[in-house]
């Protein structure tokens, strides 16, 4: 119904950066929440970042003033900004998006989820 695709993962340094970008696709009649996930081997996923359709934003202590997401509402695309990255970063990183998707006749929510993309800080 509604596709998310990521990229923009890899190696890098640490202390080095990287852009993930997350673009959805299908019939979008209107985007609420998107959001980045992680997981780690051997954890449990969990939250990056949010930012909501207006604009707000929420991070994981973890990751606050090193990450910054932002939306393109036109092209229904989130991104993270990724800066002083570390070692604990490394996980595979998913985007995540909720919203209203048009049908049919009829209109239905949905909650999607991007096939995640490998980002390993390493020297």
């Known amino acids: 119904q509604v596709q998310l695709v990521e990229s923009g993962g890899g190696l890098v340094q640490p202390g080095g950066s990287l852009r993930l970008s997350c673009a959805a696709s299908?019939?979008?009649?209107?985007?609420?929440?998107m959001g980045w996930y992680r997981q780690a081997p051997g954890k449990e996923r969990e939250l990056v970042a949010t930012i909501t359709s207006g604009g707000s934003t929420n991070y994981a202590d973890s990751v606050k003033g090193r990450f910054t997401i932002s939306r393109d509402n036109a092209k229904n695309t989130v991104y993270l900004q990724m800066n002083s990255l570390k070692p604990e970063d490394t996980a595979v990183y998913y985007c995540?998006?909720?919203?209203?998707?048009?049908?049919?006749?009829?209109?239905?929510?949905?909650?999607?989820w991007g096939q995640g993309t490998q980002v390993t800080v390493s020297s």
């Open positions: 299908g019939r979008i009649f209107s985007m609420n929440a």
């Open positions: 995540y998006a909720d919203g209203t998707a048009s049908g049919p006749g009829r209109l239905s929510t949905f909650d999607s």
